[in-house]
């Protein structure tokens, strides 16, 4: 049990850029969350999937952003078009089953758009 | 809508006395209920979780929380902080297990 990697660890991009992150959830947990967390304020959920499938979107997750987890393995982020407003902590999160499972956190991605 | 609700943003104690730190939270159902802690520029770690059966729940490092129904509060306790406990706790709450919402979070420092 290597724990959640995330990848980078910061970003730093011009308004306007699209980024990427990407998520590596342990390995045979079937579920897979994303998170963001602005200072001062707890984390608030984004999206999570089941396997491959993306079962809900917060009304958080704009149309410039976009999940996906091919396989059901890893997951990545995208923002497109980035505005100063997307700086933020960009955390995710893996279990194993349904329920009261806890869910698994890893180090999160920093993002500042300049 | 489930809410969570962390009362003091910030929570200064002297080193060995009791710590309290203060969670609400609003469901329509019964929740599970965690306690997270988040060390600067790290993810959040699980300290404890209420999911069901007994209510006084112990987690790690000496952490403990109560879940009381009758006054919808999830409280962590720790009888006596220690310098390491400095760190920024989140409490969360979960219908069905399924999305995590969290209070804004309570910083705990602790003076030696």
């Known amino acids: 049990d290597t724990g959640v990697s995330q990848n980078p660890r910061h970003k730093i991009t011009k308004r306007g850029q699209n980024v990427t992150f990407r998520c590596d959830p342990i390995?045979?947990?079937?579920?897979l969350y994303w998170y963001r967390q602005t200072l001062g304020q707890g984390p608030e959920f984004l999206t999570y999937?089941?396997?491959?499938?993306?079962?809900?979107k917060s009304r958080l997750l704009s149309d410039r952003f976009s999940a996906e987890r091919p396989k059901g393995s890893f997951s990545t982020l995208e923002i497109q078009r980035t505005e100063q407003g997307d700086s933020a902590m960009y955390l995710c999160?893996?279990?194993?089953?349904?329920?009261?499972?806890?869910?698994?956190f890893g180090p999160g991605t920093r993002l500042t758009v300049l | 809508a489930q809410s969570v609700t962390q009362l003091g943003s910030h929570v200064s104690v002297s080193e060995g006395a009791l710590v309290l730190l203060r969670c609400n939270y609003s469901?329509?159902?019964?929740?599970?209920l965690f306690w997270y802690v988040q060390y600067p520029n790290q993810g959040l770690q699980l300290l404890l979780k209420?999911?069901?059966?007994?209510?006084l729940v112990k987690g790690i490092n000496g952490f403990e929380a109560e879940f009381k129904k009758s006054e919808t509060s999830f409280h962590l306790t720790k009888p006596s902080a220690h310098m390491s406990d400095a760190a920024e706790y989140f409490c969360?709450?979960?219908?069905?297990?399924?999305?995590?919402?969290f209070g804004a979070g309570t910083i705990l420092r602790v003076k030696s």
């Open positions: 390995s045979e947990h079937n579920r």
């Open positions: 999160a893996s279990s194993l089953r349904l329920g009261a499972d806890t869910q698994y």
């Open positions: 209420y999911t069901t059966g007994a209510t």
């Open positions: 969360a709450g979960a219908a069905y297990g399924n999305k995590l919402v």
């Open positions: 469901s329509s159902v019964p929740p599970y």
């Open positions: 999937f089941q396997n491959e499938a993306q079962l809900e």
